[in-house]
């Protein structure tokens, strides 16, 4: 949730922490703070609120040296205050220590230190390591990260420099990403590696239960057992101006424009048109049990759980295996029992949310074959399922997850294409299934072109404090994915729900101050949510339609009809989704929100 940045090498460290910490400001953003070793003395400031504050209470500063921490805090354990923010110190001021995660045995640790005499500054489970490295540091930095390693239980992304070892930072990783960065005497690290894609793009993934010491010269990597580690770098694809607003007032905007490019990432080198049949290399180590499997449970975390929600559908459709979709954080917690061969599927745009990686974990032991949809390239799900697809969408940077659905859906849409032409779709299904989904990208451009009228329509209900979403088959995880884009980033409360089951309760909500968003493309459920609009209209509730291009009879019915291209019943999610993020844009951006980074979110939840 809170982002690391770290640099070791011969120039200034502040410029490029600073610079590391915008990059990562998404993950995390109620505090900050950074450290910057210059000889013996080390500068360290933390700040409330965002790095811009930060950022000013330096600005001025001439600080030297080139060996420093840095980290972005978004609060577990103490509220953001200075105190709280980190680096977090040991008594005498020699460690100075960032940390991503929880520290699970806090709570002992901290009542043991304190019978000893340790004084505590700060409410966070983060000081206790501050202290235990101090106490176990007998000249060897990377051996005090080893020992303190033993003695905590939790999950951790940490790092760490001594006041007395200038030049060298030391950082180590359990279950909360920590990736290092390689450039020419200089060195890197971060939870992420948008922090220093500007500077290098060699990288190496730190492993759980590893531990790496940097400096201008070279890093060296170790277990927590002592032993060496030799491991090649990988090249990242992303480049700097990915993470660049380019003329966009938001991330979110700029993400949901690129759109049209996410899809034909996802797709592209993937299809076999003439064949009818998508290529998918990433799964091709077990593909044999996959083509046999007849059970799969998709699990993941919010707008990914509503692509596996859609996903269902669309397996049902064009396979013959039958899909559970699982909140990961229930799915965890639940007894399991498989059916033989089953595929668990984890989708996630970080790979690094912790719900979702224990779902995985727990689903292993019971025997399970797990795949992964990421798009972060060498996150943990991608490194701990047997096999995958990576969404090759570049870097999310807006909270609210956009351009990532689009991906996750089209991914889901592939794999369940290429299972299908195996059991039961026939060549011609196949081809026109290629077909419309190679239009995409240029139909999307279609509904993105509406971006204007669709700000007229948000600036006609912005006011309104509760929205329904309202939708059936493919359409109902759209509703609820547009109640979460609503809620997640204007505050507006909103509710996604079958269209079904109005009867059974919600429409007691319909009066004329609650505008249902009702997604009623022209397929297979359209004359039912037709019948469901008549139903709201018939108790002054105002509708805002997302419909096909040319259905007339809901221009008699709705309020407002926003357009989307004819597609096929399973690809409509696609288009339907769109609208409802840019009702959202805009309704958040008339009420002054801060729309890329909403109150109480950070973008990668490690935590559970
Ligand atoms: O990185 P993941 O896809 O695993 O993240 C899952 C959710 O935390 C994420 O989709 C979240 O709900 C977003 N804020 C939605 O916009």
Known sequence: M????????????????LEGLKRLEYRGYDSAGLAVQDGNHIHC?????????LE???????????????????????????????PQMDQDENIFLIHNGIIENYHTLKKRLEKSGTVFRSETDTEVLAHLIALNFDGNLDEAVRKTMAQVEGTFGLAVIHRHKPGEVVVARRGSP??????????????????????????????????????????????AQAKTVERATETVEWQPEDAELNGFPHFMLKEIFEQPETIRNAIRGRLEPGEGVPKLGGIMPVWEKLKECRHVVIVACGTSYYAGCVGRYTFEKLTEIGVEVELASEFRYRKLNFPPNTFIIAISQSGETADTLAAIREAKRKGAHLMGIVNVVGSSISRETEAGIYCHAGPEIGVASTKIFISQLTILTLLALLLGRHQKLSLTEGVEAIKALSALPDQLKRVLAQDNYIQAVAEKYYRWNNWLFLGRKYGYPIAMEGALKLKEISYIHAEGYAAGEMKHGPIALINPEMPTVAIVPKDSMHEKMLNNIHEIK?????????ATEGDEKIKEMADD?????????????????????????HCARFLNREIDKPRNLAKSVTVE
Request: proline share 4%.
């Open 538 to 546: 018939s108790r002054r509730g105002p509708v805002i339609a997302i």
């Open 45 to 53: 400031f933390r700040t409330t609120g965002k790095i811009i504050e």
């Open 2 to 17: 809170c982002g690391i940045v770290c640099y070791v090498g011969k120039k200034k460290a502040k410029p490029i922490l």
């Open 178 to 223: 920590l990736i290092i960065g390689i450039g020419k005497d200089e060195n890197f690290a971060a939870s992420d590696v948008a922090a220093m894609v500007r500077y290098t793009n060699k990288v190496i993934h730190l492993n759980d239960n590893e531990l790496a010491s940097l400096s201008d010269e070279g890093i060296t990597i170790s277990t």
């Open 56 to 86: 000013k209470k330096i600005n001025d500063l001439d600080i030297c040296g080139t060996t420093g921490i840095a980290h972005t805090r978004w609060a577990t354990h103490g509220e953001p205050s200075e105190a709280n923010a980190h």
């Open 561 to 585: 009809v926003i357009e989307i291209p004819q597609t096929l019943d399973y690809l409509y999610p696609i288009l339907c989704v769109v609208p409802c993020q840019l009702l959202a844009y």
